[in-house]
Nanobody, 125 residues
């Protein structure tokens, strides 16, 4: 069993930065792909970014490319989401996700087996 504990987030002005963390406990972490998703009010959950188990492969949604950076520290069993140049449209609840098996990231939420508790990110204009 894997548990994902998120931290970070909060309220920031447009143009500001935030960093989210997602710490995993349980089984081996380094072999699992991880991802961040977000869900804004009255909107569908959407893929933000994913990272392979090794950390060598990443992928970003077009809406965050060049502004957000995903990284992981397998020794600490933690994945990070650095968010820069935040915009009001980035306002959402952000969730980290992990695969039970598989080291390759995927954009589909149903491909992930474990989810964090969610963290609110609010960007004011």
């Amino acid at each position: 069993q894997v548990q994902l504990l998120q931290s970070g987030g909060g309220l920031v002005q447009a143009g500001g930065s935030l960093r989210l963390s997602c710490a995993a406990s349980g089984r081996t972490f380094s072999s699992s792909a991880m991802a961040w998703f977000r869900q804004a009010p009255e909107k569908e959950r959407e893929f933000v970014t994913g990272i392979s188990g090794s950390g060598l492969s990443t992928n970003y949604a077009d809406s965050v490319k060049g502004r957000f950076t995903i990284s992981r520290d397998n020794a600490k069993k933690t994945v990070y989401l650095q968010m820069n140049s935040l915009k009001p449209e980035d306002t959402a609840v952000y969730y980290c996700a992990a695969k039970e098996f598989g080291s390759s990231w995927n954009r589909k939420g149903e491909e992930y087996d474990y989810w964090g508790q969610g963290t609110q990110v609010t960007v004011s204009s």
